[in-house]
C-alpha cells in the first residue's frame, strides 16, 4: 500500500505486459520524432514503475525519469532523476500524456548541453 497526492491509501499496481509494450513503443517513437539527440531509449521496468534512459548519439545514457503506474496506461505519476543526487525527485502526478513528460525532461537533461 502507498500513499496517494490525495492522502488515500491504495495498492501497488503491476504494470501489466500490454501497457509495458505500448509504453516503451510509444516513447521511442516520439524520442525519435523530437529528440534528434537521442539514439533511443531504454525502458525498464520494477514492480509499478518504469525507469527511462536516454542514449545520445555519443553512446552517453542519461537517467531521464521514473514514471509510476497508476492504474491505467494513460494516469503515471512522474518523478524527474535529479544527476545532483543520483536520485529521483518526489512524484508529481501528471495529467498529460507520457510524451509530455519526456519533453518536460528532455527539455531539461538533451537540449541543455551543460546538463
Not at 43 to 65: H, N
Request: charged letters at 20%.
Amino acid at each position: 500500500m502507498t500513499d496517494t497526492p490525495t492522502g488515500k491509501i491504495a495498492a501497488m499496481l503491476a504494470i501489466p505486459a500490454s501497457t509495458m509494450t505500448s509504453l516503451g513503443q510509444r516513447l521511442n517513437a516520439h524520442a525519435k520524432t523530437n529528440w534528434p539527440q537521442l539514439v533511443g531509449l531504454n525502458v525498464r521496468y520494477r514492480a509499478q514503475f518504469a525507469y527511462v534512459e536516454g542514449e545520445l548519439t555519443d553512446g552517453e545514457i542519461l537517467p531521464l525519469m521514473r514514471l509510476r503506474y497508476g492504474g491505467s496506461a494513460h494516469r503515471w505519476g512522474l518523478a524527474i532523476h535529479q544527476a545532483s543526487n543520483n536520485r529521483y525527485e518526489d512524484q508529481i502526478w501528471s495529467t498529460g500524456s507520457t510524451e509530455e513528460a519526456l519533453d518536460l525532461v528532455c527539455g531539461v537533461y538533451v537540449a541543455n548541453p551543460d546538463r
